[in-house]
T-cell receptor, first 115, second 115 residues
Framework: GAGVSQSPSNKVTEKGKDVELRCDPI?????LYWYRQSLGQGLEFLIY????????KSGLPSDRFSAERTGGSVSTLTIQRTQQEDSAVYLC?????????????FGPGTRLTVT | GESVGLHLPTLSVQEGDNSIINCAYS??????FIWYKQESGKGPQFIID?????DKRQGQRVTVLLNKTVKHLSLQIAATQPGDSAVYFC??????????????FGKGTLLTVNP
């Protein structure tokens, strides 16, 4: 079946503009995660959704970052007034349930470049 | 904050040799560990996991060793192949009560397999 998909695959934007990144999780997966991967770094947790529960936003670096998950499926990560330090690969993952016992499947990521 | 280098640790091996990739984890209370493989342009892919009540776990051509005394994790790849060339990440999970989904990733090691 289809894996996690993300769009766009690449996004170049000017400093100060807003961007929206999209994630389509695997059908039936109730948990969805966003991570950020800066050049040469590991993955940094941003936000997590589980069903209808309140999301865990503890990893969002600033109030310029927000995310939604509509209908328990597709998620959008929005970055307002982008800064150059926002340049990174943004990865989305989903899992059957919100427990480490269930493997997280990652999408290919969106590479964001802020000029 | 602490400055972080942009250059990943690298390991270069000959095809057919065994590879050992090391990881020092941060939290002595972490009770679950995962190794991921990330090929260029793709999201991380699960390789193998281990719980803290184990010292060793074997998969197909891979073995993970856990040394809790020194907070060290290693991934051994037998008979390394060119397709094993990728960045390898370790990740740890500490269930602090309600967050048994959150992973903390290491910075990764670049493995290059020479034919």
């Amino acid at each position: 079946g289809a894996g996690v998909s993300q769009s766009p695959s690449n996004k170049v934007t000017e400093k100060g503009k807003d961007v929206e990144l999209r994630c389509d999780p695997i059908s039936g997966h109730t948990a969805l995660y966003w991570y950020r991967q800066s050049l040469g770094q590991g993955l940094e947790f941003l936000i997590y959704f589980q069903g209808n529960s309140a999301p865990d936003k503890s990893g969002l670096p600033s109030d310029r970052f927000s995310a939604e998950r509509t209908g328990g499926s597709v998620s959008t990560l929005t970055i307002q007034r982008t800064q150059q330090e926002d340049s990174a690969v943004y990865l989305c993952a989903s899992s059957y349930q919100a427990s480490i016992s269930y493997e997280q499947y990652f999408g290919p990521g969106t590479r964001l470049t802020v000029t | 904050g602490e400055s972080v280098g942009l250059h990943l640790p690298t390991l270069s091996v000959q095809e057919g040799d065994n590879s050992i990739i090391n990881c020092a984890y941060s939290n002595s209370a972490s009770d679950y560990f995962i190794w991921y493989k990330q090929e260029s342009g793709k999201g991380p892919q699960f390789i193998i996991d281990i719980r803290s009540n184990m010292d060793k776990r074997q998969g197909q051509r891979v073995t993970v060793l856990l040394n809790k005394t020194v907070k060290h994790l290693s991934l051994q790849i037998a008979a390394t192949q060119p397709g094993d060339s990728a960045v390898y990440f370790c990740a740890e999970n500490y269930d602090s009560g309600g967050s048994n989904y959150k992973l903390t990733f290491g910075k990764g090691t670049l493995l290059t397999v020479n034919p």
